[in-house]
């Protein structure tokens, strides 16, 4: 049941709203609604038509800092005025187009427009991009965003453009401080940026000479789902910045888009939006020829970041049942995964009398218990995972989420976990491969660390195992790729055993 509340102070948290939502029932989605106005519109999903009724009485009036919520039902949804949908253009259709979005000051804008729109013309017709200035959006904020959709260098070429107008209406309007230049990104793609303890942002600064800083996490609110990464320098310096930037931006996002198609792939009828994991705003892209039961499309990152930006959003339990599945595979193996979490994490894991992991076992359709402590003072505890593949990747995905929202990981890190598969003895060589080239590869591939430990004992069932580390993606991909070699292992022993004439089973 869907309900709509306005006049939101523009920068009241998502947490904040979250919270205050949660408390009438199960949110299933929440998005904004672009508006003009200065406050904040968003839809709100409840499970129930109940629990939208109570929000209703509860919320309509509640004062938030001056601020009076104005709250109604949303009558049909599919009536919703096209105005009101993400705008996206002709860009839909490249499917790897990252855009890079800008953030410039307002005051600005009017000369990047130019008269009659005659200098953004030319920038767009110059650096082959399309290029959109969010006028309408944050009203009287000092800064709007600008989203440019190119190649990567049509991007950069627009990027200096831009950097270069400002330039000239400063030294104008005798503004003398330099611009930095302000890069928007996905929370999600920031750790990658920034790398491990920083590395591969302080060496785009040495190489660039550059200053940069990144927003954080704290700054993020309704209006603003994205990091602000702020590249100080001269002109020259910060188009060199960007094209680094950008660089390792894209290539996270592109890794992400790859592991996703490939678990879309892997999963037919998997619907990723259903997961509710994508607090990171990740577009999830259909893969390219959707089966039914597909991904559906969402807008690109920059257009409507808010469809996935917190826990209870993206209709957490839009899951296909799994008779919707197709037959071959619902007869998937049950597999087993040993996931480890802070143990500090491990009241927020369970809820508040065991009904967080209830729900999350039920929306997973897998079991999941926390293995007891050894002793004491152990810093992690382990979540034994049991289910189908796409029942691992619901429930880890859903714990991975879990942690990013608690804060269990700092602004500048993304979640990474370690986590445990055991693999036949036989087929650890193979893992591993000639010299280490297969797990070198699988590490290249998916971006986790592999390690399979020497000098194992294998188990009472013979098997040793595998430990994998990495964000949420990397790890996934990891997993699948492992499990088929393990496949690939029994078919060829099958064969070996049965002798040739027997037809191997398919592992797809």
């Given at each position: 049941e869907q309900i709509q509340i306005r006049n939101i102070p523009p920068h009241l948290q998502w947490e904040v709203l979250d919270g205050l939502l949660a408390q009438y029932g199960t949110v299933e989605n929440v998005e904004q609604v672009n508006t003009d106005t200065e406050t904040a519109v968003v839809n709100v999903t409840y499970a129930t038509k109940e629990e939208a009724k109570v929000a209703i009485e509860k919320l309509t009036g509640h004062q938030f800092d001056d601020y009076s919520f104005k709250v109604s039902y949303i009558v049909d949804m599919d009536a919703a005025p096209p105005d009101q949908a993400p705008q996206f253009g002709a860009s839909r259709a490249r499917q790897h187009?990252?855009?890079?979005?800008?953030?410039?000051?307002?005051?600005?804008?009017?000369?990047?427009?130019?008269?009659?729109?005659?200098?953004?013309?030319?920038?767009?017709?110059?650096?082959?991009?399309?290029?959109?200035?969010?006028?309408?959006?944050?009203?009287?904020?000092?800064?709007?965003?600008?989203?440019?959709?190119?190649?990567?260098?049509?991007?950069?070429?627009?990027?200096?453009?831009?950097?270069?107008?400002?330039?000239?209406?400063?030294?104008?309007?005798?503004?003398?401080?330099?611009?930095?230049?302000?890069?928007?990104?996905?929370n999600s793609l920031v750790g990658r940026l920034i790398g491990k303890e920083g590395r591969n942002l302080k060496k785009i600064e040495e190489e660039t000479g550059t200053k940069i800083t990144i927003s954080s996490l704290q700054d993020l609110t309704i209006y603003n789902p994205e990091r602000t990464i702020t590249v100080k320098g001269s002109l020259e310096a910060c188009c060199k910045a960007e094209a680094e930037i950008m660089k390792k931006l894209r290539e996270a996002y592109e890794n992400d888009i790859a592991a996703i198609n490939q678990q879309a792939n892997l999963i037919p009828g998997l619907n990723l939006n259903a997961l509710g994991i994508f607090s990171s705003g990740l577009p999830v892209l259909p893969p390219a020829a959707g089966p039914r039961g597909a991904v559906p499309p969402v807008a690109p990152a920059g257009y409507n970041p808010f469809l996935s930006h917190s826990s209870h959003l993206s209709g957490l339990y839009g899951v296909p049942p799994a008779s919707a599945i197709p037959h071959q595979h619902s007869a998937q193996e049950q597999e087993v995964v040993y996931l480890f979490i802070p143990t500090q994490a491990v009241g927020a894991l369970i809820g508040k009398k065991g009904q967080h992991i209830k729900q999350?076992?039920?929306?997973?359709?897998?079991?999941?218990?926390?293995?007891?402590?050894?002793?004491?003072?152990?810093?992690?505890?382990?979540?034994?995972?049991?289910?189908?593949?796409?029942?691992?990747?619901?429930?880890?995905?859903?714990?991975?989420?879990?942690?990013?929202?608690?804060?269990f990981f700092t602004a500048k890190e993304e979640v990474k976990l370690e986590t445990h598969i055991k693999v036949p003895s036989t087929a650890a060589g193979r893992v591993i491969g000639k010299g280490g080239k297969t797990v070198n590869e699988l590490q290249n591939l998916t971006s986790a660390e592999v390690i399979v430990p020497r000098d194992q004992t294998p188990d009472e069932n013979d098997e040793v195992f595998v430990k994998i580390s990495g964000h949420f993606f990397a790890s996934q991909t990891a997993q699948r790729k492992i499990r088929e070699i393990i496949q690939q292992?029994?078919?060829?022993?099958?064969?070996?055993?049965?002798?040739?004439?027997?037809?191997?089973?398919?592992?797809?």
């Open positions: 187009d990252f855009p890079l979005r800008m953030l410039v000051p307002t005051q600005f804008v009017g000369a990047i427009i130019g008269k009659e729109g005659l200098t953004i013309k030319n920038v767009t017709k110059q650096t082959q991009s399309k290029v959109d200035i969010h006028r309408k959006e944050n009203a009287g904020a000092a800064e709007k965003p600008i989203t440019i959709h190119s190649t990567p260098e049509g991007c950069s070429s627009a990027c200096r453009m831009i950097l270069d107008i400002m330039q000239k209406e400063a030294n104008e309007t005798k503004t003398t401080e330099d611009i930095p230049l302000k890069i928007l990104a996905h999350l076992a039920h929306f997973a359709g897998a079991s999941i218990k926390i293995a007891p402590a050894e002793n004491p003072d152990v810093t992690e505890r382990m979540v034994i995972i049991t289910g189908t593949p796409e029942a691992q990747f619901k429930a880890q995905g859903r714990i991975f989420g879990k942690l990013k929202e608690e804060n292992v029994k078919q060829q022993e099958q064969k070996h055993q049965h002798g040739a004439a027997v037809s191997p089973h398919h592992s797809k």
